[in-house]
């Protein structure tokens, strides 16, 4: 401490020439002396305190997911804005379909595995999906599902050029319902309603 004082009382700073194996005196003004303590305290303080962030426990995965869902409440305009966001094909048609498969969000299927659109486990295309319950593709958030959708959509919708087209594909690849079709253009007026 006594040579801390006297090397701030005469300005002076030791270095130590590694060429000529001597030290050398350098003068310093008092600003300058404060300013290199400052620093030094404030690395050392950093240094002591990140030992201490080792023992940080992380969140697990369930609640990590708990958390995301609790932040990412399903709504049908928040739904709808996924749609857009994502820049989802034919959105009217995926919305509708929505509407249906999930009857009309609220079936067990939507609530159990946060599958909107009744997809199933991918086995070939990418997927965001984690599994499957109840024979359906399970999702650890709905937008997860919009997510997937639109890698299911980047998959089939090569050679689609309209809406029409999209409906056909839809009737062929998708539904097993002969009514299918005809079900979502009855309800394709709901996304321009919202």
């Known amino acids: 401490m006594k040579k801390l004082l006297n090397t701030i009382r005469t300005n002076r700073l030791l270095l130590f020439d590694t060429n000529t194996l001597t030290q050398r005196s350098i003068k310093i003004t008092p600003i300058v002396f404060a ?20 023992d940080v426990t992380y969140l697990t995965e369930e609640q990590r997911i708990h958390i995301i869902n609790s932040l990412d409440k399903f709504s049908v305009k928040a739904y709808k804005q996924s749609l857009i966001d994502l820049n989802i094909k034919y959105p009217r048609v995926v919305f509708a379909q929505a509407l249906i498969e999930s009857g009309n969000f609220k079936s067990t299927i939507f609530v159990e595995n946060n599958n909107s659109l009744g997809m199933r486990e991918a086995k070939i295309r990418p997927s965001t999906n984690i599994g499957s319950n109840r024979n359906h593709a ?27 087209e999209y409906l056909q594909l839809l009737g062929s690849i998708y539904a097993t319902n002969p009514n299918y079709i005809e079900s979502i253009r009855k309800n394709l007026y709901k996304f321009d309603k919202l």
């Open 138 to 164: 399970l999702y650890n958030t709905w937008r997860d599902c919009v997510v997937d959708y639109a890698l299911w959509q980047s998959y089939h919708l090569k050679n689609i050029h309209s809406e029409e």
């Open 35 to 54: 300013f290199l303590l400052i620093n030094t305290l404030c690395v050392l303080t950093g240094f002591v305190s990140s030992t201490y962030m080792r």
